[in-house]
T-cell receptor, first 112, second 114 residues
Framework: AQSVTQPDIHITVSEGASLELRCNYS??????LFWYVQSPGQGLQLLLK??????LVQGIKGFEAEFKRSQSSFNLRKPSVHWSDAAEYFC??????????FGTGTRLKVLA | EAQVTQNPRYLITVTGKKLTVTCSQN?????MSWYRQDPGLGLRQIYY???????DKGDVPEGYKVSRKEKRNFPLILESPSPNQTSLYFC?????????????FGPGTRLTVL
């Protein structure tokens, strides 16, 4: 069965430090992968997505993600975190039957 | 402004009292979907719709109904709410079939069932 795993429930980083949020997926075919961000009290907003082609994907707000088929991973990165990046981050995969499967989320805290 | 709207934003109700949460999008999107968000469980898809009059079950459809009579609207109906349906609900839409498209989310509806 398709699934998405985000192993880190909470992550704390200092402002200006680099960030990597992990995402592993289980899917039999070519996955359609997404990262969304949810700011406190808000809906979700797309950061970036991967369908095919270049495995390093650039998104909004300075985020990027790298698709690694051999590791079934789609980790999100940012070189220098800003206090405004504090939010919850969700990885998702689009499945073959028009369903979306989301991970359980990683809550990011940024220390000043 | 392109957006997905949900009403109400907050609702407290009692077990068994039928309720409807409305969802409307003004982007002429084909695909619409409902999710519930619970701590530690992330977002789980309840129902989705590929087009008018075409709906299908997501991963957690029990206790919910939907309808898609117009392209812009996709209401979520709880005919006999129970406390385990207390959750944060999101409606989303996307231009095409959803699997490969960006989803645009509404602001959420926080439902409490006593």
């Amino acid at each position: 069965a398709q699934s998405v795993t985000q192993p880190d429930i909470h992550i704390t980083v200092s402002e200006g430090a680099s960030l990597e949020l992990r995402c592993n997926y289980s899917y039999g075919a070519t996955p359609y992968l997404f990262w969304y961000v949810q700011s406190p009290g808000q809906g979700l907003q797309l950061l970036l997505k991967y369908f095919s082609g270049d495995t390093l994907v650039q998104g909004i707000k300075g985020f990027e993600a790298e698709f690694k088929r051999s590791q079934s991973s789609f980790n999100l990165r940012k070189p220098s975190v800003h206090w405004s990046d504090a939010a919850e981050y969700f990885c998702a995969v689009g499945s073959g039957t028009y369903k979306y499967i989301f991970g359980t989320g990683t809550r990011l805290k940024v220390l000043a | 402004e392109a957006q997905v709207t949900q009403n109400p934003r907050y609702l407290i109700t009692v077990t068994g009292k039928k309720l409807t949460v409305t969802c409307s999008q003004n982007m002429n999107h084909e695909y619409m979907s409902w999710y519930r968000q619970d701590p530690g469980l992330g977002l789980r898809q309840i129902y989705y719709s590929m087009n008018v009059e075409v709906t299908d079950k997501g991963d957690v459809p029990e206790g919910y109904k939907v309808s898609r009579k117009e392209k812009r609207n996709f209401p979520l109906i709880l005919e006999s709410p129970s406390p385990n349906q207390t959750s944060l609900y999101f409606c989303a839409s996307s231009p095409d079939r959803g699997r490969t498209d960006t989803q645009y989310f509404g602001p959420g509806t926080r439902l409490t069932v006593l």
